[in-house]
């Protein structure tokens, strides 16, 4: 969905991060118009946003080329959401004490689009109790703080106050809009392939790329949900802006971890690909060839059922499973729903889904069984996490 977005930029080096940004938004097909500090003149060119975003950019308070000289009051009422990144120590400042002394200041105490800031500034900077009381201050009077980076800094420093990457905001920025219909739920996700060592360079795993898992992660984030993801092999990025994420390979791992961060949880959704069964024989060396053509055996035993555990704890969080099935998809995914004794399942064809960047899927629950057309991932978690709420707050 296409917005219109006011880009601000305060003064520091980070703002070259903030080229890139707009070059994202843009390509998702949003429109972007851009407000510099002075001091973020220093730093990068007015010209080169301009060249990006294809719109004038605004650098002054007295500016008048929107006509009534009445920018700060014109510009945000055709935003949508207004983002300030890099947002500075003494941006930061001004916001939280209501002081209104240049144009980007004037934007946001005259605004009524949604505000957020992504925080750039050297990692003493960003302990200082002042600014950490700053940040307080934001948050209490509703205004988002993307949780700067741990990393090294532009001064040789490491530590918290890295700007996140331009990726990474473009990714949160559209939480912004999002209707926030799992709002103070905490969602524990599962997520990608495990591994089963049959040797230290061998195993037993499956080709799920972890989409589907780090889609939902992310569908539940916009939704203003908490979310704990535990993940095994990946072929896809992490989601920032999660509340705990872990990685466990095999399904012993991801079973313990599960049930480490399953209290005080509101929903548990199984989306990680485990697999049914793990060697009983591994071996701890490489496993070689001796010549004799003799082949080893490899026996197996079974893996323990976590969404079947979790969904008979004595007082279990809301469970949602996955049916990846080759054939027979919805009759073998009703008797998986009621064998494990869970309120909702998500059925799909292996085929159509796994190692694939898109989903066919149907949701089957008490009362009604929902199908939708094929579409990427990103919207088949939209899908999930609607009929999800509505389950919820029945």
């Known amino acids: 969905m296409s917005k219109h977005i006011l880009l601000g930029i305060s003064g520091g080096i980070a703002a070259y991060k903030s080229c890139e940004l707009v070059r994202l938004l843009k390509k998702q097909g949003h429109s972007v118009s851009v407000v510099m500090s002075k001091a973020s003149t220093e730093f990068i060119s007015p010209l080169t946003f301009q060249a990006l975003s294809g719109n004038p950019v605004l650098t002054d308070t007295h500016e008048n080329s929107l006509g009534n000289g009445m920018a700060h009051i014109n510009l945000t009422r055709e935003a949508d959401a207004l983002v300030i990144a890099p947002a500075t120590a003494n ?4 916001i939280s004490h209501g002081i209104a002394d240049n144009l980007l200041a004037n934007l946001v105490a005259a605004r009524k689009c949604p505000l957020a800031v992504a925080p ?8 200082n109790p002042a600014n ?11 205004i988002t ?3 700067p980076a741990y990393g090294e800094q532009a001064c040789g420093e490491i530590g918290l106050g890295r700007m996140l990457e331009a990726a990474d905001l473009a990714d949160l920025i559209s939480d912004l809009w999002t209707p926030k219909i799992l709002l103070g739920k905490r969602i524990l996700i599962t997520a990608g392939a495990t591994f089963e060592a049959i040797d230290p360079v061998r195993g037993i795993t499956n080709i799920s790329s972890g989409q589907m898992g780090t889609a939902l992660a992310r569908a539940c984030r916009a939704a203003g949900a908490k ?3 535990i993940y095994g092999q990946l072929q896809t990025t992490i989601p920032t802006g999660l509340f705990h994420t872990e990685q466990a390979v095999s399904a012993e791992e991801m079973f313990r971890a599960v049930h ?3 209290t005080n949880q509101d929903v548990f959704i199984s989306v990680a690909a485990v697999a049914d069964y793990k060697v009983k024989n591994s071996s701890s060396q490489k496993m070689k060839k001796d010549g004799s053509g003799k082949v080893p055996i490899i026996e197996l035993t079974e893996n323990p059922d976590i969404l079947a555990s979790i969904a008979s704890l004595p007082t279990p969080p809301f469970c949602v499973g996955f049916a990846a099935e080759s054939e027979r998809v919805l009759e073998y995914a009703r008797i998986k729903r009621i064998r494990k004794n869970i309120p909702m399942l998500v059925a799909n064809q292996i085929s159509q889904s796994m190692g694939k960047t898109t989903n066919q899927i149907t949701i089957i629950d008490d009362e009604n069984e929902i199908s939708f057309p ?21």
């Open 374 to 394: 094929e579409t990427d991932k990103r919207q088949a978690a939209d899908n999930i996490v609607q009929h999800l709420a509505a389950r919820l707050n029945r």
């Open 145 to 147: 703080v993307f949780q």
């Open 260 to 262: 480490n961060h399953i």
């Open 120 to 127: 750039a500034m050297n990692v003493e900077m960003w302990n």
């Open 132 to 142: 950490l009381r700053n940040i307080e201050q934001l948050r209490s009077d509703g």
């Open 227 to 229: 979310v704990t993801l």
């Open 91 to 94: 941006t930061i400042a001004k």
